[in-house]
């Protein structure tokens, strides 16, 4: 019987999907590579903490000013040109929205899939009727308990699904200050 083990979604987008299907002779190298993936996560961590809070705090007042741009323009001429470029103000503010949310998206993607582990590893333990195998399934399933993927930004924000939310939050609040301070509106 063959059993679906391990989903790694991409953290970044060079990373290919990994999917290794697993009988109970392969506990051990499914191990090792989620071993190798956590160690190599780590490793580059430090490193992509700093380059992704540079990024955040250059693109977020990117964002809310070129919306207030768009706005401004928009204001000041309401004719068919200010509308386009408000638009495209708009868009390309969304692009970088989207651009830097899906670290944050992949981190959540790659955590959940971690999760589907644990259960699988719960279920697999639940039907193992292999004494000699049960071992190797509970060692498995122990360090990815122990050793979970969960993203954080220096240890302060969570790196998930909660932090787009969070970055759109905090640029509508902003761009409302802006507006109401400048009078534009």
Request: with cysteine; proline share 4%; hydrophobic share 50%.
């Amino acid at each position: 019987m063959r059993f679906t083990v391990f989903k790694v979604v991409p953290l970044d987008w060079s990373l290919p999907v990994l999917i290794l299907n697993f009988n109970d002779r392969d506990a051990d190298y499914c191990l090792a590579i989620y071993k190798s993936i956590a160690i190599a996560l780590e490793a580059a961590k430090k490193c992509f903490d700093c380059l992704y809070v540079i990024s955040l705090l250059i693109v977020i007042p990117g964002l809310i000013v070129q919306v207030y741009l768009g706005l401004q323009k928009l204001k000041e001429e309401a004719d068919e040109d200010s509308i386009n470029y408000f638009i495209l103000r708009s868009l390309y503010a969304m692009e970088n929205f989207v651009i830097l949310s899906s670290p944050a998206v992949s981190a959540g993607l790659v955590t959940s899939a971690v999760e589907e582990l644990k259960l699988l590893l719960h279920e697999k333990l639940l039907r193992e009727r292999d004494k000699e195998h049960e071992p190797q399934v509970q060692t498995f399933l122990d360090y990815v308990t122990g050793r979970p993927m969960r993203f954080t930004l220096f240890k302060v924000v969570p790196l998930d699904w909660s932090l787009p939310v969070l970055i759109l939050n905090l640029c509508i609040s902003y761009q409302i200050i802006i507006v109401q301070f400048t009078r534009l509106y």
